[in-house]
Every structure is written in structure tokens, then in C-alpha cells.
């Protein structure tokens, strides 16, 4: 008799542990094996057609021992989930539903009527890719049936098939998307840009759940599987990048002669400070010793045109680079004082060594975002030494302890190079060695510089890079490819399930007047994009 007292609360402690499992680890726990279903009136879920095969998938996981059937069965069922509205049901707001093009497609927006109209065709010009297992959820979302669909195994082929042509295009959850495919907005509204009307974006799926409360644990299981339907909670941080900014010479004339210390940036302001994170490579240490330069190639910029860099919001700066150390170290000090006292970060320069070496961490929205940034051109007497101020040199090794140490940091690792061959539309292999390095050590983009013309987009073991951002503000008025440039505006979304790159958008600019960057529309900017992206 004891004996079958102490199995009964054994057994009774194992299903209590069950249960509180679920309430513990919250919405998206594991259930796994913790979950005892009793012998009599199993615990079913009846699952419709129009909902994700990923979900019931996802489902299945969490519960391994929970029993998915059909919507039409409702025989013993403790739960039931459908993309359709039923009797009984209680509405649950899911996740969008992304339109996804080619980076290379014109297809950047589109109205939903133009959309259903396009779907309805047999041939619309475009290869539109679903997964097998998903059409009747895409159906349902879209509100119509797909003519013309061509099938896949999964929303990973998807992606794939939208990433390798042109004139793909495909679904997918956004949890799918990354930066490799571009983001149609739909009615003006981009679910993963966070651009727009959010409330206006038509492809949200909504899900409809119903419990049946004297099932033994349906509760606690629904909970659950309404975490798994209700999309990931989280924010998007942008960062505009710019390349090279000189603002000494021809463009320090400009700027004396027509009294606007902030001329330069008079076309693309508003655009950089939209961000929540406005970074460049400043090509020219301030100084308030010696005379105008006007010429030459030892530059020396007037400590009042910063306010150029402050009224367009840049956050941080890059000093790596081989113009820094043009005023000495004086010019140096000089510098970092100059941009502290007007609240803009610096990287990879610094008093000394260590100082040059250090991570600058930016908290936007949540996110820590650390800041590197690393050169190999300038004459060794501009590199930090042990107690000397200075850059931080391009050596492998140290910049995988740095990028180590600012993952551990940061959620997110951007780097910069200054490095390659000037005026060369290619990088070397050594600016391929260098970049991936970072990225291998944990970086998530690179960003490169001093070529003064744009080198190409890599998209390297999922992460970013592009070789040069090209000039922003320079005097090169001797040719087009020296007047070209891009801004690089990055989407990065952190979550509960990590902080990674989901977007970009390039801006070709095109410098003026000695000194002055305006941002060209799609058709006058369409060489130098498609110069970049990668083929």
C-alpha cells in the first residue's frame, strides 16, 4: 500500500512539473518530454489547412507528444487553429507576410490591387516561388489564388531562388528575410524597413484559436502555441554609412566664399540624420594652427566647419586613415578633442595604442552596436604607439582579438577599413583577406574606404561588406568615377532571438561644384548600383 502511495506522488509531482514548465520558459518554450498527456481523452490540436506547415511544425517541436488532426476532426480535440475565421474562435494577430524581389529588380513597390492583379496572371512577367506546404497560407493572406506559382520545398528555396535571378520573386515570413533579397513595401508600407503606415500593410496573417478549457493542459498548450503564432517582438536600428569626407582645400574654398559652413552637406542632410546612427571616414584632421591650405596634399580642416558633421547628425566618425596624422600629432589631439566637444564619437584612432584599438559602443533602440576601425596607408609615423596618439594599423590578428572583445560587448559589430589601391574600381585580394578576417571573427559589416571610386557589395558567409563607399565630400572634379559615391543605409533588427542585418539600401551620389554630394534619383544612379551589387 505504501508503495502504490508513492507512485501516485511520484506520478503527481511529474505532471505538475509539466505544467508549470510551460508557465516558466514563457511563450515560445520547449515544452519537450516535461509534457504528460493523460491516458483517457487524449489532448489534440485540429489544425486547417491555411495555416503554415512551419507552424505545425513548430508546434510538433514544442509538443512532442501532443497529436496534430485534421480541422474536420473534432472528436477529443482540446484545441483548434485556423487561419479562417469559426465559431467560437478567439482572433490572435500573426506575423506579415513579406513580398520579396531580386536587389537588381525595379520592383521596390507596389500597390495591392496592382499585386492581386499581377498573381492572377499566368505569365506576369515574373517567377513567383512558394513552398509547397505553404500555398494555401500564401492564398489566404494574399486574399486570392496564385496563377502561375512555381513550387519549393521550403521558404529557404525560396529565398534562394529570389537572391539567383532577376525576375524572381517569392513569399516569405519575415523571419526569413535577410538582406540578400529586397523588401517590397505594398501600399506604401515595408513590413521589414519599418517604412510607412505599418497598420495600412495588407499582408498580415491573423490566426483563430479555440481552447476547450475542460481538456486536462489545454490551457497551458494554447498559450503556447499562441506564442508560437504571435510574431517575434522587436526593433529596427538604421545606420547610414558615407565614404570619404576632405574638408580642406578646394572644398574649405568653397565653403569660406559662400559664408555656409555647412554647404557641403546643404543636398543630403535631412537624409543622414534620418538615421539613428549617421557614420563616415573624415579624411582631414582639424587644426587651428597655420595658415588656409588651398592646395596640396597635406589637408587641414577650419575647426568651425564641423558644423557641417553636427547639423547632419553624424554620430561617429572614422579616423583611420592616411590624411589624420597631416597636422602631427598637435593636429591629432586636436581632433579628438575638437569632436568630443560637439558629442561625435571617434574610432580607430585614439591617445594611444590601446585607445585605438577600443570598440565605440552606440546603444539605439536597445541594441549595443560597436564601432571598429583600422588602416594601412598612412606613413608609420601616423599609427598609435604604446604612449603615442595615432591610428590603428591593419594587423589580422589584432583585429580578431578586437572584434572578439566587441562581440562580447555589443550586439551587433560594424568595421571599418581604410585600404586598397586608389582609383581602382576592383578590390585587391588583400581587401578581401582583410574584410573577411573581420567577418570570421564575428563582425556583421564591413565598410571600406580610400580608393575615392565605389568597389563592390560581398556578401560573405551572410554577412556585408562593401570594398569602398566611394567619395562623399572631395574636390575630384577630374573624373566621373571620383565624383561617384554611395550612402549605405542599413536595417538592423534585434529580437529575443538575436540582432542581425534584415536590409540596406544604397543611394548613389554624385559630387558638385567641387564639394557638394547630391543623391540621384533610381534612373541617373542606376550604373553605379548595378556596378556593386554582386552579379
Known sequence: MARNKRVVFVFALIILAGSLAFFIKGNKADLGASF?????????????????????????????????????????????????????????????LALVSNLKSNLSDIK????????????????????????????????????????????????????????????????????????????????????????QYPLK?????????????????????????????????????????????????????????????????????????????????????GGVVTEGMVFKVDPEYIKGLVDSGFDILQLANNHFGDRGQAGMEFTFNHLKNNNIEYVGAGENLGQAHEPKIIERNGARIAFLAYEDITPPGYAAGGGKPGTAWIETDKIKSDVANAKGQADFVVVGFHYGVEYKDLPSEHQKEVSRAAIDAGADIVLGGHPHVVEPVDFYKGKFIIYSLGNFVFDQMWSETTREGVIAKFYIKKSNVGTKLVAFDLEPVKIYNFNQPKILNKTDGAGIINRILPK
Open 36 to 96: 504528460l498527456l493523460p491516458k483517457q481523452g487524449e489532448l489534440r490540436v485540429a489544425v486547417s489547412q491555411d495555416v503554415p506547415e512551419s507552424i505545425v511544425l513548430e508546434i510538433k517541436k514544442a509538443i512532442p507528444n501532443i497529436k496534430v488532426v485534421d480541422f474536420n476532426n473534432t472528436s477529443s480535440q482540446g484545441i483548434a487553429l485556423s487561419a479562417t475565421s469559426f465559431s467560437g474562435a478567439t482572433e490572435i494577430s500573426g506575423e506579415s
Open 205 to 289: 496573417m491573423k490566426y483563430f484559436l479555440k481552447i476547450n478549457k475542460k481538456t486536462p493542459n489545454s490551457v497551458a498548450v494554447g498559450k503556447n502555441i499562441e506564442g508560437i503564432i504571435t510574431p517575434e517582438v522587436g526593433e529596427t536600428i538604421t545606420l547610414n554609412a558615407v565614404g570619404d569626407i576632405m574638408l580642406s582645400r578646394n572644398v574649405g574654398t568653397k565653403i569660406r566664399e559662400s559664408g555656409n559652413k555647412s554647404l557641403p552637406f546643404s543636398q543630403t542632410m535631412d537624409f543622414l540624420k534620418s538615421a539613428d546612427i549617421t557614420y563616415g571616414n573624415l579624411e582631414a584632421p582639424f587644426s587651428n594652427k
Open 112 to 199: 495591392l490591387g496592382k499585386l492581386k492583379e499581377m498573381l492572377a496572371q499566368e505569365k506576369s512577367g515574373y517567377s513567383i516561388f512558394v513552398p509547397s506546404g505553404e500555398i494555401n497560407f500564401i492564398e489566404t493572406a494574399v486574399g486570392q489564388k496564385i496563377a502561375g506559382l512555381n513550387q519549393v520545398a521550403n521558404w529557404q528555396e525560396v529565398l534562394e531562388k529570389v537572391v539567383a535571378n532577376q525576375n524572381n520573386i517569392g513569399f516569405l515570413p519575415l523571419d526569413q528575410v535577410d538582406f540578400r533579397v529586397k523588401s517590397v513595401a505594398i501600399d506604401g508600407a515595408n513590413p521589414v524597413k519599418l517604412t510607412g503606415d505599418q497598420n
